[in-house]
């Protein structure tokens, strides 16, 4: 169990570019969900899957911003268009949907600054 | 829907000293409760969790937590605090069969020597 990666680690671009993140959960997890942090403060939830149906999505996540997971597996969320206000530390978990069983772990985050 | 408040926002602890971080959440029906600790630019990592059974749970590197249902509290606690528990901690709940988790908004705990 190589826990969660998300890659990469941190991204610096400019307003009005599109980027690009990738969330690799633990292997046996058939839950995904993504999460904003910013600066002193909690996370926010923004969407989550299970195996590759997304299942809810946050009023955070502006039509800018799509998430997917095709296969059940990995998940990527990008976003158009960036916006400085879209600095922020985005962190993906997974766990394994099943009662007391689940328990999101986070992985690393990816930090985002758009310029 | 379920919330979560984490009135200090900073404390400060000798190395050696017990420490106590409150969590007061919000929500109708029992909650699912986790604390979680940041290292500045890191991730999340699950101290300890709390779904149902004994109120009080224990957690790695030494942490506990008691569920009080009639204060709606889950607050952290430690004996005695080592120079490496400085970090962000964070309260969450978890509710419904979505469990998507909402956060407090932390607690910075800073140990002098």
């Known amino acids: 169990d190589t826990g969660v990666s998300q890659d990469p680690r941190h991204k610096i671009t400019k307003r009005g570019q599109n980027v690009t993140f990738r969330c690799d959960p633990i292997?046996?997890?058939?839950?995904l969900y993504w999460y904003r942090q910013t600066l002193g403060q909690g996370p926010e939830f923004l969407t989550y899957?299970?195996?590759?149906?997304?299942?809810?999505k946050s009023r955070l996540l502006s039509d800018r911003f799509s998430a997917e997971r095709p296969k059940g597996s990995f998940s990527t969320l990008e976003i158009q268009r960036t916006e400085q206000g879209d600095s922020a530390m985005y962190l993906c978990?997974?766990?394994?949907?099943?009662?007391?069983?689940?328990?999101?772990?986070f992985g690393p985050g990816t930090r985002l600054t758009v310029l | 829907a379920q919330s979560v408040t984490q009135p200090d926002i900073h404390i400060t602890v000798s190395e050696g000293a017990s420490l106590e971080l409150r969590c007061n959440y919000s929500?109708?029906?029992?909650?699912?409760l986790f604390w979680y600790v940041q290292s500045p630019g890191q991730g999340l990592q699950l101290l300890l969790k709390?779904?149902?059974?004994?109120?009080l749970v224990q957690g790695i590197k030494g942490f506990e937590a008691e569920f009080k249902r009639s204060q709606s509290s889950f607050n952290l606690r430690k004996p005695s605090v080592h120079w490496s528990d400085a970090a962000e901690y964070f309260c969450?709940?978890?509710?419904?069969?979505?469990?998507?988790?909402?956060f407090g908004a932390g607690t910075t705990v800073t140990v002098r020597a």
């Open positions: 292997s046996e997890h058939n839950r």
């Open positions: 899957f299970q195996n590759e149906a997304q299942l809810e």
């Open positions: 929500y109708g029906a029992t909650p699912y």
């Open positions: 709390y779904f149902s059974g004994d109120t």
């Open positions: 978990a997974s766990s394994w949907e099943s009662g007391n069983r689940n328990t999101q772990y």
């Open positions: 969450a709940v978890g509710a419904g069969n979505d469990y998507k988790l909402s």
